[in-house]
């Protein structure tokens, strides 16, 4: 399978731990997205990167919140302190270049912040 | 203003039948105007896309008709089938803004039989 690939799929964790998704992204691509979705809401924007440089963080990525692309292949997001409000699908989407190039979008990471 | 409005958030149609979902922006730096449908569970995927500069787009059953003036673009799922029952949302991007998307708030369509 060449798509966007996310790990793990599914994360239960309790209030206060730290937690680590992972974003495989399509081979070449060189940007790479985070999003967050709610239950019954629309993706939102959180960062994004062009190879390895991070160029756009949104207001809900809070302090707790880091995101990582070292070797401008695949990304990290990790959320420190969880908090139950951090509970949603955090989605990673890649995109051959700027300028309205498609977003795939990877299949996403559940989290359940108890 | 970056947001973009979807409607109706919920819609029945009947098999063969036409299914129509509207969205307004305001934010005119928005350049590209994609539809995603997910399946539960599943991650959004690209439907069909369209720039300003043209007015509709269509991709066998599905047409985006596209208002510059209005800032409104709509979805027509033509000959709608129980398989296309999932959530629908628009979005918009912008070149300036490093194409990231603002995404409506779902239209969830249900095709019976």
């Known amino acids: 399978d060449t798509g966007v690939s996310q790990d793990p799929r599914h994360k239960i964790t309790k209030r206060g731990q730290n937690v680590t998704f992972r974003c495989d992204p399509i081979?070449?691509?060189?940007?790479l997205y985070w999003y967050r979705q709610t239950l019954g809401q629309g993706p939102e924007f959180l960062t994004y990167?062009?190879?390895?440089?991070?160029?756009?963080k949104s207001r809900l990525l809070s302090d707790r919140f880091s995101a990582e692309r070292p070797k401008g292949s695949f990304s990290t997001l990790e959320i420190q302190r969880t908090e139950q409000g951090d509970s949603a699908m955090y989605l990673c989407?890649?995109?051959?270049?700027?300028?309205?190039?498609?977003?795939?979008f990877g299949p996403g990471t559940r989290l359940l912040v108890l | 203003q970056q947001q973009v409005k979807q409607s109706p958030q919920s819609l029945i149609v009947q098999k063969g039948g036409i299914s129509i979902i509207n969205c307004a922006y305001e934010?005119?730096?928005?350049?590209?105007f994609p539809w995603y449908q997910q399946f539960p569970g599943k991650g959004p995927a690209l439907l069909i896309a369209?720039?300003?500069?043209?007015s509709e787009k269509k991709e066998g059953r599905f047409t985006i008709s596209f208002n510059k003036s209005a800032k409104q673009f709509s979805l027509h799922i033509m000959d709608s089938q129980p398989g296309d029952s999932a959530t629908y949302f628009c979005?918009?991007?912008?070149?300036?803004?490093?194409?990231?998307?603002?995404f409506g708030t779902g239209t969830q369509l249900k095709v019976e039989l």
């Open positions: 989407a890649s995109s051959l270049n700027a300028g309205g190039e498609t977003q795939y």
């Open positions: 081979s070449e691509h060189n940007r």
């Open positions: 990167f062009q190879n390895e440089a991070q160029l756009e």
């Open positions: 934010n005119t730096a928005f350049d590209y």
């Open positions: 369209i720039r300003p500069d043209v």
């Open positions: 979005a918009a991007g912008g070149t300036g803004g490093g194409n990231k998307l603002t």
